[in-house]
């Protein structure tokens, strides 16, 4: 479990999360989820497919709890959350990015206040090769260059792998380039971040989920991608990125994350309908407290993925009260 090494780190992962002000001191460690009495219904989830195993693992140990709730989870992408939840088609909305400005006037218009969006995890999106590719690490600039068509971070087209460093056998290899589509928070997130919000090239093998994007570069001797490192496998090597502007390559580990040096970080989202006239239903927020407890978080690393700060998890709870 993630402990607050430093106010430093703490503070950049609240700059993550939008939050400008350091909260008072957490406890030592997440709370151990209690069961309450009384909690039945339906928890409908529509959203992030990055979120989707981790759901379901929630959802699981929940229903173990509660087996008079029941739990429906479809992940397709984190832009069908905001019209499910608009609609009302859904209780909870996984993203793996925010709402954009649009969505959110879209719920507030019909709902009549906005969307809550409560962090329950930290994601480095990772840059995926085969293992047998022995490139060292990427900069965003070089990632631009082979995903994207505009090049906005100013770097020559790399279309194969000589481009890229590699000498031999590997000069002449084409690069073969999967991501996600256009419904995916990740397709929006590395498209903002590695490549300045530039388009994608056309040559790009979109995937319709995270796991199949790595099955993909696990595939293909040529290829690479992105995707969550909760879905990393022994058949893909995972690649160190620096930020281009003179930093070294730092690996996607969750200490990098959290101390601002790894360039693809980024947190992980359930948005909420919560009215502020009026509590959430029961079992949507006990469902919110188990994914934020000891337990929850637990899973959350099960996953490969990295546990809330304290501190930033203290306050995740205030906002489902």
Known sequence: ?????????????????????????????????????????????????????????????????????????????????????????AQIGPMSRLMKTSEIEGFEKSRGFKPTPVA???????????????????????????????????????????????????????????????????????????????????SVKEQPGSAAVVNGVAGDLGGIGYSGIGYRTSEVRVLPVADGKGGNPVEPTFVNALNGKYPLARLLYIYIPKDPKQPLPAATRE??????????QELVEREGYGALPLDVLAEQLKLIE
């Open 287 to 296: 469902f919110l407290r188990f994914a934020l407890s000891s337990q929850g």
């Open 120 to 202: 329950v995890a930290v994601d480095c999106l990772a840059i995926y090769v085969h293992r047998d590719n022995p490139i060292p690490s990427l900069s965003l600039p070089q990632a631009d260059a082979i995903f994207s068509s505009t090049r906005k971070l100013n770097h020559a087209e790399i279309a194969r792998w000589g481009e890229a460093g590699l000498t031999g056998d590997w000069a002449n290899r084409a690069i073969s380039v999967y991501g996600r589509n256009a419904a995916s928070g990740t397709y929006a997130f590395f498209k903002e971040i590695a490549m300045g919000n530039g388009d994608y090239k056309n």
């Open 1 to 89: 479990m993630f402990r607050n090494s430093s106010r430093k780190a703490l503070f950049l992962s609240l700059v993550l999360l939008g939050l400008t002000a350091l909260p008072a001191a957490a406890a030592d460690s997440p709370p151990v989820y209690r069961q309450v009495a009384g909690v039945a219904g339906n928890v409908n989830s529509v959203g992030s497919d990055t979120l989707n195993n981790l759901m379901a693992l929630w959802s699981e140990a929940f229903r173990e709890i509660y087996p008079n709730v029941a739990v429906q989870v479809e992940g397709k992408g984190s832009s069908t959350a905001p019209p499910a939840l608009t609609a009302g088609a």
